[in-house]
């Protein structure tokens, strides 16, 4: 619909966050209750697509196409990578190239052809590159990769590809999916790509357990900002050895964590002066144990991610709290305690205690003006609370 908007309208329109109010202004301008339908969930997809596109204005979206799509800085650090470990690449194969976050990046890098399926949504690429000005230097391709394998005009084409990225819908149905069998198109084309290059990149969804990935390669998670965005696995030259590798990333600091095979189990004790919270990423690739032993941190239980210490340490990938006090799982010792120390404002955070938020707020007192947060967790094995201010 946002053609249908003048330029001025639709970036008043971006510029309000309400719902309400946004549906007032088109209203009042005369638009039909289904062209204001249609307008406001365009304007939700674009408001989203601002997040990941510094040109999202310009481009076009699906809610499903955006959802799957990698943001500017993602599909930039994978290309990166992809350089960094072939850096002669010429021409790259992309399956599924979807709305073309991906497309995007690779195409400033080298020779690209990609392959979608669903003519809509080429529609939207050929859109979204032009917005770029990349579409003469994409080859697209449309067609189901499953069926193109198996033609050999198609493979003819694909004699000079140095790397391929992989990028299948993670639903099922109309619902996301974590189950890597459920994949469109399966993974089990990965056999069959690898005959055209072995160097692959698979984008799968954060939430996969690593158990699960039946393949012999590297697994990486990647965070942006505070927030798990996407896993990846690397097949061929982009593996760090010949032997599976866990990698956990933050971005935009660009700081990764290898995972080793052998690491001592660090202690466990109290709450000391400093809680730290380690990025989810690196939660997520289970190197807790690697980030305790380097900054000589303890934890508070084996199983949950809170480590602690006397010292403070500072690091973009650990969140650090000052510890106040802590307490059984007990509200009128926990509303002595904000009592005592006249916390008025609380965050409020859980890990290994199940709560309900709705309860805890009828049941927490609030005093004074400072903040705090409130950590629910086990302490010694028992459901407990720790109270911490911000560092």
Excluded at 134 to 153: A, M, N, S, T, W
């Amino acid at each position: 619909m946002q053609d249908k908007l003048n330029k001025e309208l639709w970036n008043k329109l971006l510029k309000i966050r309400d719902k309400k109010r946004r549906r007032a202004v088109l209203v009042k301008i005369g638009y039909s209750p289904i062209e204001i339908e249609h307008i406001l969930a365009d304007l939700h997809i674009h408001s989203r697509a601002k997040l990941k596109y510094p040109r999202a204005e310009q481009m076009q979206f699906t809610q499903a196409g955006l959802e799957q799509a990698s943001s500017k800085w993602l599909a930039e650090y994978r290309t990166l990578k992809m350089k960094q470990k072939i850096p002669k690449i010429s021409q790259v194969l992309e399956v599924c190239s979807g709305i073309g976050g991906d497309t995007i990046a690779q195409s400033l890098r080298w020779k690209l052809l990609t392959v979608e399926k669903d003519p809509e949504i080429i529609a939207l690429l050929k859109h979204n590159l032009n917005v770029y000005n990349l579409l003469e230097k994409v080859q697209i391709i449309e067609g189901d990769i499953l069926e193109l394998l198996q033609q050999k005009k198609f493979m003819d084409k694909l004699t000079n590809i140095d790397a391929i990225i992989f990028d299948p819908s993670r639903r099922h149905g109309s619902d996301h999916t974590v189950k890597i069998e459920e994949y469109l198109p399966p993974l089990s084309i990965l056999s069959d790509l690898e005959q055209i290059s072995p160097n692959i990149v698979v984008k799968i969804a954060p939430g996969v357990d690593f158990s699960h990935i039946p393949y012999t390669c590297d697994i990486e998670v990647v965070s942006y900002k505070g927030s798990v965005k996407e896993t990846m696995l690397w097949f061929g030259k982009f593996m760090q050895s010949e032997k599976q590798s866990i990698i956990a990333t933050k971005l935009p600091e660009n700081i990764s964590i290898i995972k080793q095979d052998s690491v001592s189990v660090p202690t466990l004790t109290g709450p000391k002066q400093y809680i730290y919270e380690p990025d989810p990423a690196f939660i997520k690739a289970h190197v807790i144990n690697d980030i305790a032993n380097e900054h000589k941190l303890t934890l508070l239980h084996e199983k949950l991610a809170y480590l602690t210490n006397n010292v403070f340490v500072k690091t973009p990938i650990l969140k650090c709290y000052q510890y106040i006090a802590h307490c059984d799982l007990d509200f009128k010792k926990i509303n002595n305690l904000l009592k005592l120390h006249q916390i008025g404002r609380l965050d409020y955070k859980s890990r290994g205690v199940k709560i309900d938020l709705k309860t805890v707020h009828k049941s927490i007192e609030y005093h004074g003006k400072r903040q705090g947060i409130l950590i629910f967790t086990l302490v010694s094995q028992k459901p407990s609370i720790i109270l911490c201010k911000y560092c």
